[in-house]
């Protein structure tokens, strides 16, 4: 198993950001635009990286989806599955830690799979969709987003947002997730550029941060960890204003 990377730190700054159970921009109204015109009820939906659970509750509260969550972090799922129980979700929502490489599932088990920013940390992302692909029933969908980078090397921005942020970091264009997409047999491959939306988002959270935020904050996290976390913004922001950051939202079906 990898080290756990998001501490308390980040998983407090994130959550204060982006709301309680989500370390990804967007809450509801994101998940909507990625599941949208999908029918989910009663649907076996495989969350591949589903950190600390708050989609996976919403894709049971408001989808009616039976929900699967998988992430590498153990401290992670432990806060999701008790999000999952405070919920009264248990018998719909099941979150388990797993390592990297092969899912632990048979194949053609799920009906979806599902991600929110999470596929970024996998590195062999060909060998990955291979996986998705065998996991989903004929007629299954892939349904996600994920945070992608323009193509080329890394600029020096990129790299400075790696080292401040202290996460690995596997970016690629979104257009490569489409060629894997496509490699692995998946067809109707659909992608869409979130650049704009989210640049907008960050120049907001950046300013609360610098105002309504800090006060929560600061007795949280200190005053050290504040001041690298609004720095970790500006950077965000720096990458996004670039380009080098281009988030992303894919959708791709297996035949059948």
Request: one cysteine or more.
């Amino acid at each position: 198993m990898p080290e756990d990377e998001y501490t308390f730190e980040e998983i407090t700054v994130l959550q204060a950001i982006w709301g309680e159970g989500f370390l990804s921009p967007g809450g509801q109204a994101h998940l909507d635009e990625i599941v949208h015109g999908l029918d989910l009820a009663d649907k076996l939906v495989l969350d591949i990286g589903c950190a600390v659970g708050g989609y996976d509750v919403l894709l049971a509260q408001n989808h009616g989806a039976r929900v699967i969550g998988l992430d590498v972090e153990a401290p992670l799922v432990r806060r999701g599955q008790e999000r999952v129980r405070a919920a009264g979700l248990e018998g719909q929502v099941d979150l388990r830690v797993y390592p990297p490489g092969p899912l632990p599932f048979e194949a053609q088990h799920f009906d979806v799979v599902f991600s929110k920013d999470s596929w970024l940390h996998i590195e062999d992302k060909p060998s990955f969709f291979e996986e998705v692909y065998r996991v989903l029933k004929p007629g299954g969908v892939v349904a996600a987003s994920d945070w992608c980078c323009k193509p080329g090397p890394f600029s020096k921005e990129m790299f400075y947002f790696f080292e401040i942020e202290g996460l690995t970091y596997h970016m690629e264009p979104l257009a490569d997730y489409g060629r894997y997409l496509e490699q692995a047999g998946f067809v109707d491959v659909e992608l869409k550029d979130i650049h704009a939306i989210y640049r907008a988002m960050a120049h907001e959270e950046l300013q609360r941060m610098k105002t309504t935020l800090k006060d929560e904050l600061v007795p949280k996290i200190g005053q050290k960890w504040y001041d690298h976390y609004v720095e970790d913004w500006r950077a965000i922001v720096t990458i996004l204003d670039t380009g080098d950051l281009q988030p992303g939202r894919m959708r791709a079906r297996r035949p059948g």
